[in-house]
Each structure stands twice: as C-alpha cells, then as structure tokens.
C-alpha cells in the first residue's frame, strides 16, 4: 500500500465549476503537506502548504488538511482553463527527513470553457 | 530572481553509460533534493544535500550518486544507465528545508 493515495482522475469540469482533489495518507508522522501543480513539460509549482488541521485559504484555492482522518483536500473556486493540469499532493515527516517530500500519483484536472 | 535551473534539458544515452545532471538553485537555497519522475511510480525522492553533505536518501541502487559543491550547485550521477533509469529527474531548492521549489527537470532517455 502506498503511504499517499491520491485519485488519478482525470478529472473533467466546465469553466467556473468548483474543483475538488483528494489525497489520504496512512503516515502518522507526516506534519507538513503540500500541493503541487505540474504543467506538461515543466516541473512541479508549488500551490499552498500547511501544517495544521483546518483550511487555509489563497485567492481562489483553499487547503483543508484532517489529521485525525488522514486526509487533505484542494478546493478551486471559479475553475479556469489555465487551471488545467496535473495536480500533486506532498507530504513530508518532522525531524530527520530532510528534503523528502512523498508525493500522491497525482490527479490529472481538465477545465473546458 | 532566477528559479532552480536544470541542465541539460533532453538527454539520450545508451544502455550501460553513465550520466551526469546538474542543478543550479536560487541563490540562497542551501538545500537541494532530487527526485526521479516516471509515469509507473510517480516522484519518488532520490537523496537531498545540505552543505556540501549529503542527509537524506531515498530507497534507489548505488548507481545513483550525488554531491553539492560550495556555491550549493549540485549534480546527480547514474552509473551503468538501464532502460527503466528513463524519467525525468527533477531537482527542489529551499532555503532551509521546507518551501521546496522545483527547476523543470531533465529528461533522460535510455536506449
């Protein structure tokens, strides 16, 4: 079993569609969480993190994290096409774990106008 | 500022070569991470440095190798390429461990 699960989609909506992503893990010690957005040809951009439960909020994205559930979530609001892309969630451990970041598959999100 | 730059962008090589990638991070990142990128396993964490020290690695065959220099530059080698060391190889800079920006990789291909 992996330790970050995250749906593959793809995932189809229409412009202005509010979008949600999921990612659980099964790693207690994870403490910081991330997510990530990767355009064809291009590396990883990083969206939001956090290391708390609760949501927190950036423009038209909001990160939820449930540590108690073992589970994070990315709201897009008002979708645009330039929101297609591969959406990564990320997680990474306290203390020694320097630099490791463990990744979900990724899940692939599509906005037609 | 200039982002995490990675060199060469493409490259092809023969089954049984070796390779070597570099990474240039942000100027006052210290730390600098590598991660290989397949379709089949997705990013998987390769080692990180710090320093000049190498304080983490990920679970791959000594084949791969890596080193930092004193300006933080890094460079990631592989030893006797195999057809399945075909990915792309992404290197992350931070300023202190967290905040990790990525450059946009190098695509290797074996052949």
């Known amino acids: 079993q992996k330790e970050v699960e995250q749906d593959p989609g793809p995932l189809s909506v229409p412009e202005g569609a509010i979008v949600s992503l999921n990612c659980t893990y099964s790693?207690?010690?994870?403490?910081?969480f991330m997510w990530y957005r990767q355009y064809s040809r291009k590396g990883p951009e990083l969206l939001m993190y956090?290391?708390?439960?609760g949501n927190k909020e950036d423009g038209r994205f909001t990160a939820q994290v449930d540590k108690s559930s073992k589970y994070i979530s990315l709201f897009i609001r008002d979708s645009q096409p330039s929101d297609s892309a591969t959406y990564l969630c990320a997680m990474k451990g306290g203390g020694t774990s320097y630099g490791k970041l463990t990744f979900g598959q990724g899940t692939i999100l599509t906005v037609h106008p | 500022k200039a982002g995490v730059t990675q060199t060469p962008r493409y490259l092809i090589k023969t089954r049984g070569q070796q390779v070597t990638l570099s990474c240039s991070p942000i100027?006052?990142?210290?730390?600098v991470s590598w991660y290989q990128q397949t379709p089949g396993q997705g990013l998987q964490f390769l080692f990180e440095y710090f320093s000049e020290t190498q304080r983490n690695k990920g679970n791959f065959p000594g084949r791969f190798s890596g080193r930092q220099f004193s300006n933080s530059r890094s460079e990631m080698n592989v030893s006797t390429l195999e057809l399945g060391d075909s990915a792309l190889y992404l290197c992350?800079?931070?300023?202190?461990?967290?905040?990790?920006?990525f450059g946009s990789g190098t695509r290797l291909t074996v052949v």
């Open positions: 100027s006052g990142h210290r730390s």
């Open positions: 956090t290391y708390s439960s």
């Open positions: 790693n207690s010690a994870f403490q910081y």
């Open positions: 992350a800079s931070s300023p202190e461990g967290f905040g990790y920006t």
